[in-house]
């Protein structure tokens, strides 16, 4: 094993305990050392694990590991083709500096990094895939237009892929958390989720028993802030029904709300789609959304609502009865 290589784990181990440590490595002048190792085969795996642990503790500790030039040369680890470590230590990296500001996010952006990062997500195994997923999220958190960008890059397929068929809850929650991010900010970024069929994902994640808390949480989360920005009527049809979670639900039916009363051809697809029968299905306690559901009834003529309320085939049968 070389010198360099245990001398780079030493500092990565040291770094990893506190700021105050990280910040003496750093006035040693341990990253101008340590970052062009990022390119030696042989070590850098250390220090890409070293540089990380720098960036985690502080801004001020991330932007001096940005100004050991690490961009865009360490986007290029992420498709190392020998070692996986030597991947997720880029990955881990790159999170640990995305985390901070927009600025320091921008910084990635700008280098090109986003496509990269998709495709590690894309690639990876299993739990290496959680740091670029998370810095997907972090990256998508700060700003629209930086929330834009991750959608440009395709990251929304293997976010929902992630989300749908990882082992580990933790990969799950992290994903629907990262989906959240990128859909809260408007319509336009809401539509992009609900395109990736991430919905039907979400609430899957919500309702599986065998899902943990923190996914459960995250997966519920994601749900309210996407569907709140969501005026994609198509993308709502498949959660809107009776079984559906009333604590869903009712953000799925002020969306409805927000849209058919002001749109003719979306209110007349409503009804024709069975939405509005849907609609008077749904039996709750709850004030708030019955007088949503109120409210949307009143979009239309009383008969029409009549008719697509449940029984109404029976009634009209006996009316006929009554009059032959």
Same mark, same amino acid.
Request: aromatic share 4%; with cysteine.
């Given at each position: 094993m070389s010198l360099k290589k245990v001398a780079a784990s030493a500092l990565?181990?040291?770094c990893s305990h506190s700021p105050e440590l990280a910040?003496?490595?750093?006035?040693?002048?341990? !990253?101008?050392?340590?970052?062009?190792? !990022?390119?030696? *085969?042989?070590?850098?795996?250390?220090?890409?694990?070293?540089?990380s642990h720098i960036a985690k503790h502080s801004v001020e500790l991330a932007e001096l590991v940005v100004e050991g030039e690490i961009?865009?040369? !360490?986007?290029?680890?992420?498709?190392d083709p020998e070692d996986p470590v030597v991947r997720k230590n880029a990955a881990t990296c790159i999170r640990e500096i995305a985390k901070h500001t927009p600025e320091l *996010?921008?910084?990635i952006v700008n280098a090109g990094g986003l496509p990269a990062i998709v495709d590690y997500v894309s690639q990876?195994?299993?739990? *290496?895939?959680?740091?670029?997923?998370?810095t997907l999220g972090f990256i998508s958190a700060f700003t629209e237009i930086m929330a834009s960008n991750v959608i440009k890059a395709k990251a929304i397929g293997p976010l929902g892929y992630a989300l749908s068929t990882a082992s580990s809850d933790h990969v799950k929650a992290a994903?629907?958390?990262t989906l959240?991010?990128?859909?809260?900010? *408007?319509?336009?970024?809401?539509?992009a989720v609900a395109e990736g069929n991430i919905f039907p994902k979400l609430m899957?994640?919500?309702?599986?028993?065998?899902?943990?808390?923190?996914?459960k949480a995250k997966a519920k989360r994601a749900l309210k802030f996407v569907i709140q920005k969501c005026v994609y009527l198509d993308a709502l049809n498949p959660l809107l029904h009776e079984k559906a979670p009333q604590n869903i639900l009712k953000y799925v039916v002020k969306q409805y709300a927000k849209v058919l009363p002001n749109d003719v051809e979306a209110k007349k697809k409503f009804a024709e789609g069975r939405g509005l029968a849907k609609l008077q299905l749904i039996q709750t306690d709850d004030n708030e959304l019955m007088e949503t559901i109120k409210l949307i009834n009143t979009c239309y003529p009383e008969e029409v609502v009549k008719y697509y309320s449940p029984g109404y085939d029976k009634e009209l049968l006996g009316k006929i009865n009554d009059e032959l």
């Open positions: 990565a181990h040291i910040q003496a490595v750093v006035d040693a002048e341990g !990253i101008p050392d340590i970052a062009p190792l !990022i390119e030696n *085969s042989k070590v850098k795996r250390q220090a890409c694990a070293c540089l961009f865009p040369k !360490i986007f290029a680890l992420l498709k *996010s921008l910084l990876a195994d299993e739990d *290496s895939k959680l740091p670029g997923i998370m994903a629907a958390w959240g991010q990128i859909g809260r900010h *408007s319509s336009d970024h809401a539509r899957d994640a919500y309702l599986s028993p065998k899902a943990s808390d923190d996914l």
